[in-house]
């Protein structure tokens, strides 16, 4: 079975081609089963690959096969797939979720134009996706990463004939294009380096050499940590951390299921993967992870304050994943690289849950997704209203679900290397998003209904096609977490298996050990119920103030006695206005200036110059040509006599 | 004797090439030719090449001049059109343009002197190593012009083909669209010069250049 | 007996060319221009006949040879040209036949 590992990528990029390129005259059904049977199989070669891989015993736990090599000259770039402990968990979350969501697709992309195309392109996402994550080198990695971002591209702008769509395709592509030139150039600098970019020689040379620089190029930098750096800022694009988090809500402009699958649950993790991937230059450079560190935490407490007065149902989700993602970045920042993949995982199932479940309420509003036009939706979606209330506990870290493990070792991270600071700004992010998730959840499902008589007439539960997934999921959601439960949790029975099917694929650092053991039982205690507070403390709150029937009022209220705070949140701190005046604007002048006066006056002049010059040359030459034989003739004799003379008496 | 015979050549070859270049009908002129044609066969025979002597008499005088006067009087040609086209600056340069041609080839000859040629003997007038030079030497430039007298005939059939008999259906279309068909002046017998029939055809196709 | 020098030949053949080289660039008549080649050819012929009888040398005949047989070639395609153009055009006046112009 492991000898098939490379269909796993192939399959779904056969039914993306078999769809785009065939199927214009398939029914929908042969679509459909195209769409969603390739994924399946990749599903079910998947499980089959993993079952293998955890039965057998491989060289430093790892499958790894060459397919061939892609040779131009000297260069030789070997095009290869790596199972191992890492790409097997993003393996088993990528096929598995993807697969359900294809299966909600069906149901919510039904009666929508375009259907082959939606089928087609999240096919080809899903096989970018799989060759991202199972590349045994960056270069493999590269063409997936640069492969989910068409899928992102062409899946945001899918309703390419309303306005706002390609302009947000657009903008994410643009943003995402930054970071990929940082990653760029660390590929280039490892490449200049050790001529590979295979992760089995990259890896253990560098570790060998901590000390090693790139030369004078970047001072004051270490190989180590510019390509860490350089890294990072290619993870800010794809996972959308400040600075470049811009485009992640904006992409909710695509189909649901879309967000869901590329914005939410796989795509924007490929950073995290990546970081934790490349785990052994970060442990090498101390500042850089720091840097990570920070970035994440800001992102998390930043994109979850402007989350609290988002009305847009998906854009709360959205900015919730910025937050989620930036408390990947801050564990993988602190060296906690399993706790940001378990994070990862976690956020994976319950947030595709979440994302799903507001597709059921999109669907069933009509396409509306503000939430000031809904209410009082759980009478009348039933199954979806519990399925969102279990992703709600989820991400809001209410044990026994699976948030709360993940949430709780990331924190407990910070707190283990003593960054009181940056737990702090944890903790706080915690009780926001449990406060925005059940405010989310109060303003949709409670209280009475706010939409148009149309709307309420026509409000349905979505069919078994789109909730048979939410079922799957939020199943996912709630017991994910067992995998990483800690030690102390479970009373010392498991001591965090999770953690432990990582550790041959992170380096550890030297003279620290796990973060487990460096605090008292007692603090570990104490922040446990900490962490647990911060969840049921939001959850309360938002409880208090959206609950029963009066609970939109009451946010209007808030907002007439915090107008300028509201505004504020509600305009996302205006960081779109402020990119447009210092950069998209400045740019567009330059551009401007370059095509009306250089492009047009210099380069067109020029052009013309030469032009004119030949039309004048044609002008006044053009009254030897009289198109008289005899005149030609004559000339012809002319210059026989002047060639005569020279030859004779020169 | 020889000088004689030169002087008195070299002077009809000159009139009568004058005679070509100057006479305003063709027929004369062609006539003419034949008289050039003729004399420098005799210079020919003079300087040695007997054989080269009686080709030019055969082939040029007999055959292609012919072929001139038949196509001369095939389109009925009598006078140049416009016969008083004046000595215009096209005329004036070409004179010019000839006699410095000929002064630079003076001053060549004058310069170089004129040394003696060696004296004729019956081998080197003898035909057999000439014929022998001919089929063994230039036996393939001999085949190529062979073959090249086979393409001419056949390019010459094809080019002065009567509209009409063509090769194939191409002739359906051999009026340009918009164009009325024009009647073959060789086959209606209609006078070409007549401008009812010729200036109107003429000036659409200026038009449409 | 060789009492004329070749380069008498020689003079004659230029002065031959040059009148067939006005004929050529002043006559408007196809047939004329055509004649006047003819000349030009002929003087050329001359020449390389008196150059084998200066130098000894049998292949300036053999070249005149050829040269007779490119004229044969010439003057039937050339012909069949003029009489192809006399059909479409009503004329052989190369002043008239002037379309390739601005």
Same mark, same amino acid.
């Given at each position: 079975m492991l000898d098939l590992l490379w269909l796993i990528p192939i399959l779904p990029l056969a039914g993306a081609a078999i769809n785009g390129l065939l199927g214009r005259r398939f029914p929908k059904s042969l679509v459909t089963a195209v769409g969603v049977g390739a994924p399946l199989a990749s599903l079910v070669l998947a499980l089959g690959c993993l079952w293998e891989y955890a039965q057998g015993s491989f060289p430093n736990d790892a499958f790894e096969r060459t397919l061939y !090599?892609?040779?131009?000259?000297?260069?030789?770039? #070997?095009?290869?797939?790596?199972?191992?402990?890492?790409?097997?968990?993003?393996?088993?979350?990528?096929? %598995?979720?993807?697969?359900?969501?294809?299966? +909600?697709?069906?149901?919510?992309? $039904?009666?929508?134009?375009?259907?082959?195309? +939606? &089928?087609?392109?999240?096919?080809? &996402?899903?096989?970018?996706?799989?060759?991202?994550?199972?590349? @045994?080198? %960056?270069?493999?990695? *590269?063409?997936?990463?640069?492969?989910? $971002?068409?899928?992102?591209?062409?899946?945001?702008? %899918?309703?390419?004939?309303?306005?706002?769509?390609?302009?947000?395709?657009?903008? !994410? &592509?643009?943003? @995402?294009?930054?970071?990929?030139?940082? *990653?760029?150039?660390?590929? *280039?600098?490892?490449?200049?380096?050790?001529?590979?970019?295979?992760?089995?020689?990259? *890896?253990?040379?560098? !570790?060998?050499?901590?000390?090693?620089?790139?030369?004078? +190029?970047? #001072? $004051? %930098?270490?190989?180590?940590?510019?390509?860490?750096?350089?890294?990072?800022?290619?993870?800010?694009?794809?996972?959308?951390?400040?600075?470049? +988090?811009?485009w992640l809500p904006d992409a909710m402009a695509g189909p649901t299921p879309v967000s869901a699958l590329i914005h939410a649950a796989t795509m924007v993790t490929a950073g995290v993967y990546m970081v934790v991937r490349s785990n052994v230059l970060y442990q090498l450079a101390p500042g850089v992870s720091m840097f990570v560190a920070v970035i994440g935490a800001t992102t998390a407490i930043f994109a979850a304050t402007i989350a609290l007065a988002q009305t847009d149902i998906k854009k709360v989700l959205a900015y919730s994943t910025v937050s989620q993602l930036g408390y990947m970045f801050l564990a993988a920042g602190l060296g906690a690289y399993s706790a940001a993949l378990f994070h990862v995982v976690t956020h994976a199932f319950f947030k595709a849950l979440l994302f799903l479940g507001s597709g059921s309420v999109i669907h069933a509003m009509g396409g509306e997704q503000d939430m000031r036009k809904m209410g009082g939706l759980g009478k009348h979606l039933p199954q979806t209203s519990k399925l969102f209330w279990i992703g709600c506990l989820a991400i809001a870290g209410i044990p026994p679900l699976s948030g709360f493990f993940s949430k709780d070792e990331i924190l407990h991270a910070a707190a283990a290397d003593h960054h009181w600071v940056l737990y702090l700004v944890g903790w706080i992010t915690a009780v926001l998003t449990a406060f925005y998730m059940f405010r989310a959840h109060y303003m949709t499902f409670a209280g009475r209904f706010r939409g148009t008589h149309d709307q309420e007439h026509h409000l349905h539960e979505s069919p078994p096609s789109m909730t048979l997934p939410l079922w799957v999921l939020a199943v996912g959601a709630a017991v994910a977490g067992v995998v990483g439960v800690p030690k102390l949790l479970s009373f010392g029975l498991i001591s965090n298996w999770f953690h432990h099917w990582l550790e041959p694929v992170i380096a550890q650092p030297q003279g620290l050990e796990a973060g487990e053991h460096s605090i008292g039982v007692g603090l570990e205690v104490g922040l446990v119920l900490l962490a647990v507070a911060a969840g049921v403390g939001g959850l309360f709150l938002a409880r208090s103030v959206y609950g029963g029937d009066r609970g939109f009022a009451r946010e209007l209220t808030w907002a007439q006695r915090f107008p300028f705070l509201h505004r504020l949140l509600e305009n996302k701190y205006y960081v779109d206005e402020i990119y447009d005046a210092l950069i998209v604007r400045p740019l567009a002048a330059l551009s401007r200036f370059l095509w009306k006066v250089v492009d047009t006056f210099v380069i067109d002049g020029a052009v013309k110059a030469g032009a004119f010059l030949t039309e004048l040359t044609g002008d006044v030459g053009r009254f030897s040509t009289t198109g008289n034989v005899r005149n030609y003739a004559l000339y012809f004799f002319l210059g026989v006599i002047l060639l005569f003379w020279w030859i004779a008496f020169a | 004797m020889e000088t004689v015979i030169f002087a008195l050549f070299a002077a009809l070859a000159l009139v009568s090439a004058i005679v070509v270049v100057t006479h305003k009908s063709p027929v004369y002129s062609t006539l003419a030719l034949v008289l050039t044609l003729f004399s420098t066969a005799v210079l020919y025979v003079l300087l040695g090449a007997p054989f080269v002597g009686a080709l030019q008499i055969l082939v040029y005088a007999g055959a292609i001049v012919v072929l001139f006067l038949f196509v001369i009087m095939l389109l009925n040609i009598q006078k140049e059109e416009e016969a008083h086209a004046g000595f215009g600056a096209q005329t004036w340069t070409a004179i010019l343009g000839a006699a410095i041609f000929l002064g630079m080839m003076g001053l060549i000859f004058w310069r170089s002197g004129s040394p003696a040629a060696a004296p004729l003997t019956p081998e080197s007038v003898a035909?057999?190593?000439?014929?022998?030079?001919?089929?063994?030497?230039?036996?393939?430039?001999?085949?190529?012009?062979?073959?090249?007298?086979?393409?001419?005939?056949?390019?010459?059939?094809?080019?002065?083909?009567?509209?009409?008999?063509?090769?194939?259906?191409?002739?359906?279309?051999?009026?340009?669209?918009?164009?009325?068909?024009?009647?073959?002046?060789?086959?209606s017998g209609s006078d070409p010069h007549q401008p009812s029939v010729a200036e109107p055809a003429y000036s659409s196709q200026r038009e449409a250049s | 007996m060789s009492s004329v020098p070749v380069s008498w030949y020689l003079l004659l053949a230029a002065a031959l060319f040059a009148i067939g080289t006005i004929g050529a660039l002043t006559r408007r008549n196809g047939i004329s221009i055509f004649l006047s080649i003819e000349l030009m050819l002929n003087a050329a012929n001359l020449t390389l006949v008196a150059y084998a009888r200066q130098l000894d040398d049998r292949t300036g005949q053999l070249i005149v040879f050829f040269v007779m047989a490119v004229a044969a070639a010439e003057a039937a395609v050339g012909l069949a040209l003029f009489i192809a153009v006399f059909r479409q055009r009503h004329t052989i006046d190369v002043n008239r036949m002037n379309l390739m112009r601005w």
């Amino acid at each position: 079975m492991l000898d098939l590992l490379w269909l796993i990528p192939i399959l779904p990029l056969a039914g993306a081609a078999i769809n785009g390129l065939l199927g214009r005259r398939f029914p929908k059904s042969l679509v459909t089963a195209v769409g969603v049977g390739a994924p399946l199989a990749s599903l079910v070669l998947a499980l089959g690959c993993l079952w293998e891989y955890a039965q057998g015993s491989f060289p430093n736990d790892a499958f790894e096969r060459t397919l061939y !090599a892609w040779t131009a000259g000297d260069l030789s770039i #070997p095009v290869g797939f790596l199972l191992d402990r890492l790409s097997s968990v993003m393996l088993f979350v990528v096929t %598995f979720v993807g697969f359900w969501i294809h299966v +909600y697709s069906v149901g919510y992309m $039904g009666h929508e134009e375009g259907y082959r195309r +939606y &089928f087609s392109y999240l096919n080809l &996402f899903m096989s970018a996706m799989l060759l991202l994550i199972l590349g @045994n080198n %960056f270069l493999v990695m *590269f063409v997936g990463w640069e492969g989910v $971002g068409l899928c992102s591209y062409l899946l945001i702008g %899918f309703y390419y004939d309303q306005p706002v769509p390609p302009a947000a395709g657009k903008k !994410a &592509f643009i943003v @995402n294009r930054i970071g990929d030139f940082a *990653f760029l150039v660390g590929l *280039f600098a490892l490449f200049a380096k050790f001529g590979t970019l295979t992760y089995g020689q990259i *890896f253990p040379r560098i !570790a060998a050499q901590p000390g090693l620089v790139l030369g004078e +190029y970047v #001072p $004051g %930098f270490t190989l180590a940590a510019f390509v860490a750096l350089c890294f990072f800022v290619g993870a800010m694009g794809k996972s959308a951390q400040i600075p470049l +988090y811009v485009w992640l809500p904006d992409a909710m402009a695509g189909p649901t299921p879309v967000s869901a699958l590329i914005h939410a649950a796989t795509m924007v993790t490929a950073g995290v993967y990546m970081v934790v991937r490349s785990n052994v230059l970060y442990q090498l450079a101390p500042g850089v992870s720091m840097f990570v560190a920070v970035i994440g935490a800001t992102t998390a407490i930043f994109a979850a304050t402007i989350a609290l007065a988002q009305t847009d149902i998906k854009k709360v989700l959205a900015y919730s994943t910025v937050s989620q993602l930036g408390y990947m970045f801050l564990a993988a920042g602190l060296g906690a690289y399993s706790a940001a993949l378990f994070h990862v995982v976690t956020h994976a199932f319950f947030k595709a849950l979440l994302f799903l479940g507001s597709g059921s309420v999109i669907h069933a509003m009509g396409g509306e997704q503000d939430m000031r036009k809904m209410g009082g939706l759980g009478k009348h979606l039933p199954q979806t209203s519990k399925l969102f209330w279990i992703g709600c506990l989820a991400i809001a870290g209410i044990p026994p679900l699976s948030g709360f493990f993940s949430k709780d070792e990331i924190l407990h991270a910070a707190a283990a290397d003593h960054h009181w600071v940056l737990y702090l700004v944890g903790w706080i992010t915690a009780v926001l998003t449990a406060f925005y998730m059940f405010r989310a959840h109060y303003m949709t499902f409670a209280g009475r209904f706010r939409g148009t008589h149309d709307q309420e007439h026509h409000l349905h539960e979505s069919p078994p096609s789109m909730t048979l997934p939410l079922w799957v999921l939020a199943v996912g959601a709630a017991v994910a977490g067992v995998v990483g439960v800690p030690k102390l949790l479970s009373f010392g029975l498991i001591s965090n298996w999770f953690h432990h099917w990582l550790e041959p694929v992170i380096a550890q650092p030297q003279g620290l050990e796990a973060g487990e053991h460096s605090i008292g039982v007692g603090l570990e205690v104490g922040l446990v119920l900490l962490a647990v507070a911060a969840g049921v403390g939001g959850l309360f709150l938002a409880r208090s103030v959206y609950g029963g029937d009066r609970g939109f009022a009451r946010e209007l209220t808030w907002a007439q006695r915090f107008p300028f705070l509201h505004r504020l949140l509600e305009n996302k701190y205006y960081v779109d206005e402020i990119y447009d005046a210092l950069i998209v604007r400045p740019l567009a002048a330059l551009s401007r200036f370059l095509w009306k006066v250089v492009d047009t006056f210099v380069i067109d002049g020029a052009v013309k110059a030469g032009a004119f010059l030949t039309e004048l040359t044609g002008d006044v030459g053009r009254f030897s040509t009289t198109g008289n034989v005899r005149n030609y003739a004559l000339y012809f004799f002319l210059g026989v006599i002047l060639l005569f003379w020279w030859i004779a008496f020169a | 004797m020889e000088t004689v015979i030169f002087a008195l050549f070299a002077a009809l070859a000159l009139v009568s090439a004058i005679v070509v270049v100057t006479h305003k009908s063709p027929v004369y002129s062609t006539l003419a030719l034949v008289l050039t044609l003729f004399s420098t066969a005799v210079l020919y025979v003079l300087l040695g090449a007997p054989f080269v002597g009686a080709l030019q008499i055969l082939v040029y005088a007999g055959a292609i001049v012919v072929l001139f006067l038949f196509v001369i009087m095939l389109l009925n040609i009598q006078k140049e059109e416009e016969a008083h086209a004046g000595f215009g600056a096209q005329t004036w340069t070409a004179i010019l343009g000839a006699a410095i041609f000929l002064g630079m080839m003076g001053l060549i000859f004058w310069r170089s002197g004129s040394p003696a040629a060696a004296p004729l003997t019956p081998e080197s007038v003898a035909l057999k190593p000439l014929a022998a030079q001919l089929f063994t030497t230039y036996l393939l430039p001999f085949e190529i012009v062979g073959l090249l007298l086979l393409v001419a005939v056949i390019g010459a059939t094809v080019a002065a083909r009567k509209p009409g008999e063509e090769l194939g259906h191409i002739g359906e279309h051999e009026y340009v669209s918009g164009e009325e068909p024009r009647t073959d002046p060789l086959k209606s017998g209609s006078d070409p010069h007549q401008p009812s029939v010729a200036e109107p055809a003429y000036s659409s196709q200026r038009e449409a250049s | 007996m060789s009492s004329v020098p070749v380069s008498w030949y020689l003079l004659l053949a230029a002065a031959l060319f040059a009148i067939g080289t006005i004929g050529a660039l002043t006559r408007r008549n196809g047939i004329s221009i055509f004649l006047s080649i003819e000349l030009m050819l002929n003087a050329a012929n001359l020449t390389l006949v008196a150059y084998a009888r200066q130098l000894d040398d049998r292949t300036g005949q053999l070249i005149v040879f050829f040269v007779m047989a490119v004229a044969a070639a010439e003057a039937a395609v050339g012909l069949a040209l003029f009489i192809a153009v006399f059909r479409q055009r009503h004329t052989i006046d190369v002043n008239r036949m002037n379309l390739m112009r601005w």
